[in-house]
């Protein structure tokens, strides 16, 4: 099993930053095992991934947080980032923490509790 605990969301400004952790813990928990993700979740929209790094290092994002976000992973700390830059109301959104990987045939998918991150206009 592996915990992970959101952490950094708040209230900001149209135009500010924010950087969002996630702390992974428990057994096999390194997250240099897993694909890391970041998705987000608005009211009445469905959820959506916007940000992950692979085993091997690769990134992806959402188009719309293109050269605004940027993920990242600290393995000494067993965290990841996510760092958002130049924030838009429309990136209100509860932002959830995941990891993944295929382990021995089987998914092992798992999810933080979310941290609210609201912009003002």
């Known amino acids: 099993q592996v915990q992970l605990v959101e952490s950094g969301g708040g209230l900001v400004q149209s135009g500010g930053s924010l950087r969002l952790s996630c702390a992974a813990s428990g057994s096999s928990s390194s997250i240099s095992l897993y694909t890391m993700a970041w998705y987000r979740q608005a009211p009445g929209k469905q959820r959506e991934l916007v940000a992950s790094?692979?085993?091997?290092?690769?990134?992806d994002y959402v188009d719309s947080v293109k050269g605004r976000f940027t993920i990242s992973r600290d393995i000494a700390k067993n965290t990841v980032y996510l760092q958002m830059n130049s924030l838009k109301p429309e990136d209100t959104a509860v932002y959830y923490c995941?990891?993944?990987?295929?382990?021995?045939?089987?998914?092992?998918?798992?999810w933080g509790q979310g941290t609210q991150v609201t912009v003002s206009s």
């Open positions: 995941n990891a993944r990987r295929w382990w021995s045939g089987k998914l092992n998918n798992y």
């Open positions: 790094t692979n085993t091997g290092g690769t990134r």
